[in-house]
């Protein structure tokens, strides 16, 4: 009988400890789901908002009051020996003709994978140019939103640095749609929501990178329209003029929408007017904020674009009566600083668009 009992207890154990055993796994298996779940809730929330959450924490430069980073040719040419890092996006045979003393040649698309290698404390500043300043803003604009702040567009580019590549904007400037400036104005959308795009990504920042490798591998050719092209297609943009208030009233293209520079693209403000359905074209004095915009706002999933050297490239005389409008190009932009020249070896590939 004793040990009957024995027997029983032990057996009363083993099912005592094997329901044990049962909660333990089930409450781990829980656990795990409820984790999983969290992941894909961060994974299927709207990325744009995400993105935009992350960009506000990193300063949200494109609505701070400091204005865009932006550096002129003199600034850089006196700036101390060593304190910038100036890398030139142009395409190696350009490079090659005439560069700034020290700079690395660096194609847009591989600028995430170089920009990690570069010891950013050693540096003021790190300094991007191009042919005219368009594609160091429009990258410039990508390296700020993840978190580069030391990140620059030379104003101008190399057209600024010396006489001999001024012609990048001299063959540009123009009158052409002068005539066409109006005052009437034209109201803003209701405001919508943001973008939605998919991603695989679940953490925040592996979007952002995600969004800024895809950004800068299109290039500014996917992300600006040509003056002509424009003009053969006018009814298909939604057309922002990124001027202050009381310039936009001086006159601007007709149905351009005035949208507040350093203000306007915010949840708090204009973003959310902006349609997610339609190309979205800003244009401004030359091409720099716009394409500081522009590379801004196809990050969070809108299909924006540059207008092309701006306000010069159509009304250039329109500029120099209304010296308050400022940013246009004239040659005394122009320096005459030294280049630097080296051997050109020849890359496969298409070349970067000549902006």
Not at 84 to 98: P, T, V
Request: hydrophobic share 40%.
């Amino acid at each position: 009988m004793k040990n009957r009992q024995t027997n029983m207890k032990k057996l009363y154990l083993l099912y005592f400890a094997l329901f044990i055993s049962f909660l333990i796994s089930s409450c781990a298996t829980e656990s795990a789901k409820t984790e999983q779940h969290d992941s894909l809730a961060v994974a299927t929330k709207p990325t744009s908002e995400l993105i935009l959450a992350k960009i506000v924490a990193n300063g949200d430069f494109i609505n701070s009051e400091k204005g865009l980073p932006i550096i002129t040719a003199k600034e850089v040419n006196a700036a101390p020996q060593g304190s910038l890092h100036i890398l030139d996006l142009r395409d190696g045979e350009a490079y090659s003709k005439g560069h700034i003393k020290g700079a690395i040649n660096v194609k847009p698309n591989e600028l995430l994978d170089y920009i990690k290698m570069v010891d950013m404390s050693k540096y003021e500043k790190i300094v991007l140019v191009c042919y005219s300043g368009q594609i160091a803003s429009y990258s410039t604009s990508v390296l700020q939103t993840i978190g580069y702040k030391k990140a620059y567009a030379m104003q101008w580019g190399m057209a600024a640095w010396n006489t001999k590549l001024s012609d990048k904007w001299e063959h540009v400037l123009s009158d052409n749609l002068e005539k066409e400036l109006t005052t009437k104005t034209k109201s803003k959308k209701a405001k919508g929501k943001l973008p939605e795009f998919e991603t695989k990504k679940a953490n925040i920042d592996d979007i952002l990178l995600e969004r800024a490798a895809l950004v800068l591998s299109e290039g500014f050719a996917f992300g600006s329209v040509a003056l002509e092209d424009y003009v053969a297609k006018k009814n298909k943009f939604y057309l922002i003029n990124y001027w202050e208030k009381e310039l936009y009233d001086l006159g601007h293209l007709p149905n351009a929408i005035q949208y507040t520079p350093q203000k306007s693209f915010s949840l708090q403000t204009d973003l959310l007017t902006l349609p997610t359905n339609k190309v979205v074209l800003i244009y401004c004095y030359s091409g720099h904020k716009s394409a500081f915009v522009a590379a801004h706002l196809r990050m969070l999933g809108y299909n924006a674009k540059s207008l092309k050297y701006g306000t010069n490239a159509f009304a250039h005389s329109f500029m120099l009566k209304n010296p308050q409008i400022g940013t246009v190009f004239t040659k005394a932009e122009v320096n005459n600083f030294p280049l630097e020249t080296s051997e050109y070896i020849p890359e496969e590939g298409p070349k970067q668009g000549g902006c």
